[in-house]
T-cell receptor, first 114, second 114 residues
Framework: DQQVKQNSPSLSVQEGRISILNCDYT??????FLWYKKYPAEGPTFLIS?????DKNEDGRFTVFLNKSAKHLSLHIVPSQPGDSAVYFC?????????????FGQGTELSVKP | NAGVTQTPKFRILKIGQSMTLQCTQD?????MYWYRQDPGMGLKLIYY???????DKGEVPNGYNVSRSTTEDFPLRLELAAPSQTSVYFC?????????????FGPGTRLLVL
């Protein structure tokens, strides 16, 4: 059973516009969420995170929103740049989760066109 | 700092062969992880370790073994390679400071079992 889902395998946006990547989860025990970015032939790199006690976290062009009642989070990139083209994974960590294990979504491939 | 390094980058195995995927980190992190990523799927946890001498199974441990004799190294062993183990393997590490601590990933090992 997929506890973390990214239902859009791909997203294409124009440079300068907003990119919105979505992620849904099923386990209400998750209390920390992260977004990772992955370029081809490289490992994922940490982008931004949010604790379940918050509903928004911002870092430069990147903002993550968390809606706990809907079990939904989203990553907003404004403005989008061609260098943002990559696969984005959301991940969740549970309360009392020993070892800091992460559950990942399937990923969304973002393409930002000049 | 090199961060997390993995060797080899790419390997082709015949069914039934064995091999060890190497992972080393130089950040003095206590926690280390092995993930596999199949096409169109997220990363799934194979094994993890919370410190030298301590390992535990993740979501998909069958067909794999690990050991953690030092803080720096966390090799992943495939004893009898099967086509289902064709995947990209990522090693990651994190400190034990807290739930919000991010994981740092290596560049991955692409494995093809024929």
């Amino acid at each position: 059973d997929q506890q973390v889902k990214q239902n859009s395998p791909s997203l294409s946006v124009q440079e300068g516009r907003i990119s919105i990547l979505n992620c849904d989860y099923t386990n209400s025990m998750f209390d920390y969420f992260l977004w990772y970015k992955k370029y081809p032939a490289e490992g994922p790199t940490f982008l931004i995170s949010i604790s379940s006690i918050k509903d928004k976290n911002e870092d430069g062009r990147f903002t993550v929103f968390l809606n706990k009642s809907a079990k939904h989070l989203s990553l907003h990139i404004v403005p989008s740049q061609p260098g943002d083209s990559a696969v984005y994974f959301c991940a969740a960590r549970g309360d009392g989760n020993q070892g800091g294990k992460l559950i990942f979504g399937q990923g969304t491939e973002l393409s930002v066109k000049p | 700092n090199a961060g997390v390094t993995q060797t080899p980058k790419f390997r082709i195995l015949k069914i039934g062969q064995s091999m060890t995927l190497q992972c080393t980190q130089d950040m003095n992190h206590n926690y280390m992880y092995w993930y596999r990523q199949d096409p169109g799927m997220g990363l799934k946890l194979i094994y993890y370790s919370v410190g030298a001498g301590i390992t535990d199974k993740g979501e998909v441990p069958n067909g794999y073994n690990v050991s953690r004799s030092t803080t720096e190294d966390f090799p992943l062993r495939l004893e009898l390679a099967a086509p289902s183990q064709t995947s990209v393997y990522f090693c990651a590490s994190s400190s034990a400071r807290g739930r919000g601590e991010t994981q740092y990933f290596g560049p991955g090992t692409r494995l093809l079992v024929l």
